[in-house]
């Protein structure tokens, strides 16, 4: 894919996510004509009904599904490149479990030290998580997917089955429910601008690090005779990925398989694509995706809120299986 | 050093089983003692009606979810293989999804049609998962662990789908069947329980010498005159229904079959003539233990066995997985 190529797609990319973001924002439960979301949004006009409901409710979560789309799918893409792993994902890996599970352990033990401490829980688990996964994982040589992958998915089941019994006992179930459908409908609007911090600082780092992104799927012999240490190369892009993951697991609870998936789809639609422009397709495709998933959970069946994790495991899961059985695919 | 002989253990094995077995009749919330139980006192009857079948239930699914594991391990040739991570347990589970959905719309209900679903399911997840894993007309290892996790996803989410739709008492009943549970056990649940672990260890002990050759791998196994594919398909059958029965009745325990059968490799020579009873049994300790604890330590919050089962062997696991 030459530069102009490129452009073009992020173009287009770019347009097709401002219309889902509209279209996020205009439909829902309640029937609102697109004056009032275009006074509400762009002239803060709170007047009637119809504008606060946008402003209140249905902008924040359309913001926060947006800024988690990207988040998620860069960690997503990011962990396949240092992990080396056509499977490697928070989901699959155990982080995603291990930060939840700290986050309950926070809302069993420690409620009383205040709301926003939860992100500090939430951050040790994914790092505790992810010290843990190295250690069993990497030895000295690196370890293929299918060590990795077996070694998450008991990290998951254990992780799982604690914050479960945990969750039995904890006085705010509610809230710990919630996390569980891992889901935007019961978002608190208070961490909203956190999110969109994390998703600046996201942005940022990607746009520094363009280079660097070239660089993890390069051979480390390469790497070192361009000058860079692979090994610290590695650290920087595994510090992001658990700052991420640490952060939103706290605000959203974990949404599974969307960092294992969208990458894969981009990297079949953009094959041979450098790994510095992928990263920007990929965030761009985030969006997009979670937005109009989001969309469905709210309408494919009527009256009901879909959890957006089963959604995802339903459209996903398949995907997954075909991802494992291509031929030549998998490094498995 | 005296090496203990492995008649010996098994017989350790079986002391200390049934010994498990009396001691759990006195533990619970409800204390019994000694002179109680043989009065028939009206306490004694209700333990009788309520805590034995449970104690029994642990007994048979604890035996049948080790040595399903064993038998996997064996079959696969992989020492961490088990029906859960494969995701035949998930399958017996939507066909129990699938039950609840039926009662919950008033259709029909009915021990037999529980079970058939859950057989039907478990099938239906184990044929999906071997026919991906078969690569150039054998079993692909790799494929065959990483398409079981993918296979447990996709039913799982499938399963989440249908019981958003169940209504409250239903749905309750649903969660506590996920996590593991034999808190309600009944003695009309045994009548299909006990013959299902009957059959399944007579029909793995007649086979434990096929058993022995087919862990030698394929080309030696058929050398020594098995025949390998009909005999795997045999034993993956067997393991396949014997499972799902014991998971439509007690919840999707997973682990016990990944790690006891490795335990027990450790204790006893490599010979299945042994190993089967031997995981049988320390699978039955195991639950019984574990279901002891739920109904005593944790019993104030109602925690299921299957999460105490979880917690106690998956630090077990990375054990295993460094050797």
């Not at chain 2, 035949?88 to 039926?102: C, D, F, K, R």
């Not at chain 2, 014991?246 to 204790?267: D, E, H, Q, V, W």
């Not at chain 2, 925690?303 to 295993?320: E, R, T, Y």
Request: with cysteine.
């Amino acid at each position: 894919m030459n530069n102009k190529q490129f452009f073009v797609a992020v173009l287009i990319l770019i347009v097709v996510a401002i219309t889902s973001f509209v279209v996020a924002i205009t439909l829902g439960a309640a029937d609102i004509s697109i004056t009032n979301v275009i006074d509400a949004v762009v002239f803060h006009k709170t007047d009637n009904l119809d504008q606060s409901i946008i402003i209140q409710t249905r902008l924040p979560r359309v913001i926060s599904v947006a800024c988690s789309g990207l988040l998620l799918a860069v960690s997503g893409y990011l962990t396949q490149l240092v992990t080396r792993n056509d499977l490697g994902d928070p989901s699959l890996l155990g982080t995603n479990a291990g930060s939840y599970f700290m986050v309950v352990v926070f809302f069993a033990f420690f409620a009383h030290l205040g709301n926003q401490y939860v992100f500090a829980f939430s951050l040790f688990g994914a790092i505790l998580t992810s010290v843990f996964l190295i250690i069993l994982a990497f030895g000295k040589e690196s370890a293929g997917s299918f060590k990795i992958i077996i070694v998450g998915t008991v990290i998951n089941s254990f992780f799982m089955a604690i914050t479960n019994i945990l969750a039995i006992n904890t006085q705010q179930l509610a809230r710990v429910n919630m996390y569980n459908a891992g889901g935007f409908s019961g978002i608190d609007t208070q961490y909203v601008p956190v999110l969109i911090g994390l998703t600046i600082i996201t942005a940022l780092f990607i746009v520094t690090h363009l280079r660097r992104i070239n660089l993890l799927s390069l051979d480390d012999g390469l790497v070192k005779s361009l000058g860079f240490n692979p090994d610290l190369n590695r650290l920087r892009f595994l510090i992001m990925i658990v700052l991420i993951q640490g952060i939103s697991v706290a605000i959203t609870g974990p949404v599974f398989y969307i960092g294992l998936i969208i990458p894969h789809i981009c990297k079949s639609i953009f094959k041979g694509t450098k790994a510095s422009m992928q990263v920007i397709l990929i965030s761009l495709i985030g969006i997009i995706a979670l937005l109009l998933l989001d969309l469905g959970t709210r309408f494919i069946i009527q009256g009901v809120e879909i959890p957006i994790n089963i959604l995802l495991g339903v459209l996903v899961g398949p995907l997954l299986i075909y991802v494992i059985n291509r031929k030549g695919g998998s490094n498995a | 050093m005296h090496k203990i002989s492995n008649q010996k253990k098994l017989l350790v094995l079986l002391i200390s089983l049934i010994a498990v077995t009396l001691i759990s009749i006195f533990l619970g919330v409800q204390n019994l003692s000694l002179g109680e139980l043989f009065t028939f006192s009206p306490k004694a009857l209700l333990i009788f009606k309520l805590r034995f079948p449970r104690i029994i239930t642990a007994l048979v699914v604890g035996a049948i979810m080790a040595l399903s594991g064993l038998i996997i391990q064996s079959v696969t040739g992989n020492r961490i293989a088990d029906t859960s991570i494969l995701g035949i347990n998930a399958g017996a589970g939507l066909g129990v999804v699938i039950y609840y959905s039926l009662v919950d719309s008033g259709l029909i209900h009915g021990q037999a049609l529980l079970l058939i679903l859950a057989i039907i399911g478990a099938c239906m997840a184990s044929i999906i998962l071997f026919y991906l894993a078969r690569e150039y007309g054998r079993i692909n290892n790799q494929k065959l662990i990483l398409n079981g996790i993918a296979i447990g996803v996709v039913i799982l989410a499938f399963s989440s789908l249908l019981a958003l739709r169940l209504s409250y008492p239903i749905l309750n009943m649903y969660t506590t069947w996920t996590s593991g549970s034999i808190y309600g056990a009944k003695y009309a649940d045994l009548i299909f329980l006990i013959p299902c672990l009957v059959f399944t260890i007579l029909y793995m002990m007649n086979k434990h010498l096929i058993i022995d050759r087919l862990i030698l791998g394929d080309e030696l196994a058929a050398s020594l005159g098995v025949e390998v594919k009909q005999e795997k398909f045999k034993l993956i059958m067997v393991t396949v229904l014997s499972v799902s029965i014991c998971t439509a009745f007690s919840g999707p325990y997973a682990f016990i079959g990944m790690i006891i059968p490795n335990i027990i490799r450790k204790l006893f020579t490599n010979v299945n003539r042994f190993l089967i009873p031997a995981t049988a049994m320390c699978g039955s300790i195991f639950l019984i233990l574990a279901d002891d604890l739920s109904r005593t330590v944790f019993a104030d919050a109602s925690v299921p066995s299957g999460m105490i089962v979880i917690c106690l062997l998956a630090p077990l696991f990375f054990v295993v997985l460094k050797e």
